[in-house]
């Protein structure tokens, strides 16, 4: 099959690890390994010198992003925009499905192909899983997936790798532990299957309601992965360098289900909050992709293990990286 994009040849396998990002749709982690990490995390170090210096002829200078969101986001959306900015572009954006032609009943597949001649790489939020990839094979133009609903936030998942291996020094024999909703939460399934490209074991704690889907964690383990599962973070005996938090998922919780969860959520803080003693106890990183409700509780912001506004941080630089790289090559 030849790319539209590129005009290259690419074969058919759905998601075959990017060799050259240029003109590449970012749909899923399963697009990344350690040869193309690394280029992407060396070039989002040379996007903080760009930060610092407050380059005014940064790399995208003449393009424009187009920042699709038709979930809620704060952070995902201003660091694309801040991205497009920051290295010299400049960028279209919209933010609620109310105020777009989707409300008159727009096939997605449409509004992509229309912001494609206004723009020269759509990031796309919406809410249904594995939609992304139709619009990417709908658009000639790149296309990001910053999140389609509780399947992949591969973009997430690559500034949370970037930052445990800033904050760890290495990937490569940590245990990181999860923790939360792992079932609907969509950034710790783009990050397991990153870090599975690593020896990294990893401990999964959630309600029994809210398990990562057992195909994934079958995925995990075919790739060698040591999983284990607990119900509470007091059962992890052994040690860990990352802890990553997770909020409950509620919008993403059907109809269905609810009346059985709803009584449980109410157990949840109890259970899934991080005690505000916790930092004295523990060696290891806290992270959390945000927004926290009450997972963590501010007081803990203040220990230097508290690594979730650097994370933070890190999305600008990784996704100033991945702009650059896919709009002017390796
Ligand atoms: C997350 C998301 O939208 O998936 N946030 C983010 O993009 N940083 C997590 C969440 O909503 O809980």
Known sequence: MTNSKTGKFTPQ???????DFYGQDILSARQFNQGNLAVLFKKAK??????????????????????????????????????ALRSGGGYISESSVQFSSAIKGERLE????????????????????????????FAKKPLINAGDGDHEH????????????????KIDGLTVTMLGDLKYG???????RLLSLYSVKLNLISPSFLRMPKELVSELQGKGMEINEFTSLEEVKEDYEVLYVTRVQKERINQREMPAIAAHLQDFDKLYALPPEFPGQSHAIIMHPFPRVNEIPM???QFPKAAYFRQVQNGLYIRMALLSLILKGN
């Not at 396998?13 to 060799?19: A, G, Q, R, S, Y």
């Not at 424009?64 to 038709?70: D, E, G, K, Q, V």
């Not at 809410?127 to 094979?137: F, H, L, N």
């Open 13 to 19: 396998t759905e998601f075959e690890p990017i060799k």
């Open 46 to 83: 040379e996007m903080e010198r760009v930060v610092e210096e407050r380059k005014s002829d940064g790399p995208l200078k003449g393009y424009i992003l187009a920042a699709l969101f038709y979930e809620p986001s704060t952070r995902t959306r201003l660091s694309f925009e801040a991205a």
């Open 110 to 137: 449409d509004t992509v192909r229309t912001v494609e001649c206004y723009a020269d790489l759509i990031a796309l939020r919406q809410p249904e899983a594995g939609r992304a990839k139709i619009a990417a094979d």
């Open 154 to 169: 591969p973009t997430q998942g690559l500034l949370d790798v970037f930052t445990i291996q800033k904050e760890c020094g």
């Open 186 to 192: 969509r950034t710790v399934h783009s990050l397991a």
């Open 299 to 301: 007081i803990i912001d």
